[in-house]
């Protein structure tokens, strides 16, 4: 975010400026206390980060004074005499004595304006993918990953890193960067218009969604992956097993990253139970000699090939490879870091020897 480009001068008195104009809107000279969205003109060099004579918006308040996105996209803020307020002038509006000596009509007309707009001051957030995540949007918790973090609570996004990552603002008012946090993203609307007209989501060939109520069985996470649904369904594929139909729009809902990671990771775990059972084994027994490769052949002449010896304990084995010499060497390895080749079984080398 960083400094303010395309701010203007719109008038000054004894040289100071007292009212500037940004992105077609006007703003006013301001005394008091900060408010979020006051543009914030650095009056002096005490900000560690922030430029003297440029413009800044305002992300929060700490203390009256505003918190801002300096120059090196970190949160800083600063006390009341290093720093000039500039507020958003309101669109004039009649006032109610005007519009009451119109008519009654015009009377009701105001009751239901005030109706309308307290109902619109409501918001309501709804839950969105990660990857819509932009400035503007929440951050919430389920659990509070620290201690300047409050669980519930909505978080403002005021930017999304190069990685996709959101950052905000926390508990303290310094940034705080989301990276590697268990959270969901919302975006906020008017209850008016999340109630005015639900409309399911849209989902499109490779979206993930997340199977309520019927269909495969409850709770499945499937992927779209065919446009050739019909007006009430889609044709998805459930990721576990790979089992495709039809499935209506009305029991999809799009499925968080979390949902979808963890779908991937019980899909990979029954693949690798399949294939071990093919051969009458169970996950990750080993015998002696299984050819099979270690996952950091650097050590290896042979590329990471080698041969199993025997089971050293639950979590390691047994080896023989050759080493960068030529040398047959034994090394200990652990299971998690070894693939199996070929097993003993089909080995035609050794045919003779059983």
Request: glycine letters at 8%; hydrophobic letters at 35%.
């Amino acid at each position: 975010m960083a400094k303010l480009e395309g701010v203007k001068t719109l008038d000054m008195v004894n040289g100071e400026i007292t009212k500037v104009s940004y992105e077609g809107a006007e703003y006013e000279r301001v005394e008091g206390g900060a408010q979020k969205g006051d543009l914030v003109l650095i009056t002096d060099g005490s900000w560690c980060d922030a430029t003297k004579g440029e413009f800044y918006l305002s992300v929060g308040i700490i203390a009256k004074d505003p918190m801002i996105v300096d120059d090196i996209d970190e949160v800083d803020s600063n006390y009341d005499e290093s720093y000039v307020l500039f507020r958003k002038v309101s669109a004039s509006q009649p006032s109610l004595e005007d519009r009451v000596s119109t008519n009654e009509k015009d009377i009701e007309a105001l009751k239901s304006d005030f109706a309308a707009l307290k109902i619109e001051a409501v918001p309501k957030y709804v839950r969105i993918a990660k990857s819509e995540a932009k400035a503007g949007d929440y951050v919430k918790f389920d659990e509070a990953p620290c201690g300047y973090l409050t669980a519930g609570k909505y978080y403002e996004i005021y930017r999304v890193d190069d990685c996709g990552d959101p950052i905000i603002v926390d508990d303290e008012g310094d940034g705080f960067d989301t990276y590697g946090e268990v959270f969901e993203v919302y975006r906020k609307v008017s209850v008016a218009s999340a109630e005015a007209d639900p409309k399911p989501e849209r989902l499109k060939v490779g979206d993930y969604a997340k199977v309520v109520n019927a269909a495969f069985n409850d709770e499945d996470i499937v992927e779209i992956s065919e446009d050739r649904g019909t007006i009430s369904s889609k044709f998805a594929r459930r990721i576990i097993d790979g089992k495709t139909q039809y499935v209506p729009k009305r029991e999809l809902v799009r499925a968080t990253d979390e949902e979808v990671a963890e779908a991937k990771r019980k899909q990979a775990e029954e693949e690798e139970r399949k294939r071990w059972a093919a051969i009458g084994r169970e996950v990750g027994e080993y015998k002696k000699g299984d050819i099979v490769a270690y996952d950091d052949p650097v050590w290896f002449e042979t590329s990471g090939f080698g041969e199993v010896v025997r089971r050293r304990s639950e979590r390691a084995i047994v080896i023989e490879a050759l080493d960068n010499y030529g040398y047959v060497k034994r090394y200990t390895v652990p299971i998690d870091r070894l693939k199996l080749i070929t097993p003993a079984e089909a080995r035609f080398d050794r045919k003779d020897d059983e």
